[in-house]
């Protein structure tokens, strides 16, 4: 039944959620260090120096030995190994340059990360996708995270054999016809398959693509299949700026006299700092195939730091790219696109499921067909008229401030979420899950709260209510201060640590622990 509300000017007296955010790079080749679980933190490793490639520079990188050398320069970095994914070169440095480059020379299994303690520019053209076989039969070899290409089959002698990587393309089976390879996949599948065949997440799992089968052709041999784009990390501190083009694309099925083999599918690239801002060209697209194989799927992109991010708006002034690769069997679908802000707005007429990472209308920030997401790594903002719901838990970090501005929504749904701070003057509908503040600042939150499930005041910080309720969800007061000055008689309160103080008024009080007062 409804209890009688309390006046808490007339009452007597009577913790911690983490999530996964973004950030998580060496002197001495040794063993793998502890897995990874998130993308790599600059500061984490010692430098090797300050990495300047001039304009025509040569960049030569051995991530088996694991070594960089430019200008004249050898560095040695370290291994980092991953829960899942391959093995990773870092090579951290104090800062880094990396003006146009003639095709840099690419060696090694692992996947490659450079990072910088301050600052990075990249400039001119960074191209991890000069891969080729000597023999047109061959696939080509993976490089660098990717997978290879497989092998092409000999009519009904030999079938093709099937590329490498979680989403590799399969070989053409041997036969009296000349049969395509299937395009390897990775963010989007390649062309020719049964199942999708995508993987990955560039948030948790540094990975490349996968190499696409090789064909089978009657006269001379099956085509080799192309490998698999690149897997890399570009990470700083400070300002990174893209101002040159960066390619981690998957390769061709080859050219020649035998050409049924799939395209590679693109590969993984990772931009982060805490200012990122891209000018320029960032390209995972799938492989080609020649003559009847399939195209590649495109790769995954991720960036994060381009703040601000209005949903809806232009992410880059850059030109992002994660295209399937074309074949006559068929082109493969695109890949993804990961956006990530501390400063996430969802304007007016706008309205996100909140996932981690949140999918978003096709089209917006990059190709029309290509799967693009955001990633919350701080504060949320929603507009007037916009509107958001959790469809997972964890999805703000508990450092984050959620503010809802006047006529904008956020729903809890039954979903439970950690947050830093509440702000704003619009609607927090709980459904039947629970948001829990749990940061040091004084905040005011001055809008509707409907929904039966729980608002947590927790940690350190302080929370006014001076908005209302008009259902019966629940206040729970674990530490810190809730100060309620609006009208919350609906809604009782158990006080179990911190303090809950205010002019308002409120249902029930039951009380263990913590202070009342007004």
Not at 108 to 131: E, H, K, P, W, Y
Not at 242 to 261: D, E, R
Request: glycine fraction near 22%; hydrophobic fraction near 35%.
């Amino acid at each position: 039944p409804p209890q009688t509300p309390a006046t808490l000017a007339n009452c007597r007296p009577w913790h911690r959620f983490t999530c996964a955010s973004v950030l998580a790079l060496g002197l001495l080749a040794t063993g793998p260090s502890i897995a990874r679980a998130e993308p790599l933190d600059p500061q984490a490793f010692s430098s090797l120096g300050t990495l300047v490639v001039p304009v025509g520079g040569t960049l030569s990188i051995d991530t088996d030995a694991p070594t960089l050398t430019a200008g004249g320069m050898t560095y040695t970095g370290v291994v980092k190994a991953q829960q899942s994914g391959p093995d990773i070169a870092v090579f951290t440095f104090d800062s880094v340059t990396l003006n146009s480059l003639a095709a840099p020379t690419l060696k090694g299994v692992r996947a490659l990360a450079i990072l910088s303690r301050t600052d990075m520019t990249t400039g001119g053209s960074i191209n991890f996708q000069n891969f080729t076989s000597a023999d047109a039969n061959l696939g080509v070899i993976g490089r660098l995270g990717g997978g290879s290409g497989g092998n092409g089959g000999n009519a009904l002698s030999t079938s093709g054999k099937d590329g490498s990587g979680p989403g590799a393309g399969a070989g053409a089976p041997a036969s009296a016809t000349s049969l395509p390879g299937i395009g390897g996949s990775f963010g989007g599948s390649g062309s020719g398959r049964v199942l999708p065949g995508t993987y990955g997440n560039l948030l948790t799992s540094l990975v490349g693509g996968s190499g696409g089968g090789g064909g089978n052709f009657v006269a001379t041999g099956g085509g080799g299949g192309g490998s698999g784009g690149c897997a890399v990390e570009l990470s700083a501190t400070g300002l990174f700026n893209v101002t040159g083009n960066i390619v981690v694309s998957g390769n061709s099925g080859l050219v020649g006299p035998a050409n049924q083999g799939g395209g590679g599918s693109g590969g993984g690239l990772l931009l982060h700092g805490s200012k990122l801002v891209v000018l320029s060209n960032v390209s995972s697209a799938g492989g080609n195939s020649f003559g009847t194989g399939g195209g590649g799927g495109g790769g995954r992109i991720t960036m994060l730091g381009l703040d601000p991010l209005v949903v809806g708006g232009a992410y880059t002034q850059g030109k992002v790219t994660v295209d399937g690769g074309n074949g006559t069997a068929g082109s493969g679908r695109a890949g993804v696109i990961t956006y990530g802000s501390t400063q996430i707005t969802i304007p007016t007429a706008q309205s996100l499921m909140l996932s981690v990472p949140t999918e978003v209308i096709k089209g917006q920030g990059g190709p029309a067909d290509a799967r693009i997401e955001l990633f919350i790594q701080r504060d949320l903002t929603i507009q007037g008229g916009g509107s958001a719901t959790l469809a997972a838990p964890a999805v703000i970090p508990p450092t984050g401030t959620l503010r809802i501005d006047k006529e904008g929504l956020f729903k809890v749904d039954r979903f439970n979420d950690a947050i830093g701070a509440l702000t704003g003057d619009g609607k927090l509908d709980l459904g039947t899950g629970s948001l829990s503040l749990l940061g040091s600042l004084a905040t005011t939150f001055g809008g509707t709260i409907p929904g039966t499930g729980q608002l947590v005041r927790g940690g350190d910080g302080s929370t006014t209510l001076s908005g209302s309720a008009d259902t019966a969800g629940l206040l729970v007061v674990s530490g810190g201060t809730l100060q309620v000055d609006g009208n919350f008689a609906l809604q009782p309160v158990s006080v179990r640590g911190g303090s809950l103080r205010g002019v308002g008024s409120v249902g029930k009080i039951t009380s263990t622990a913590g202070t009342i007062a007004p």
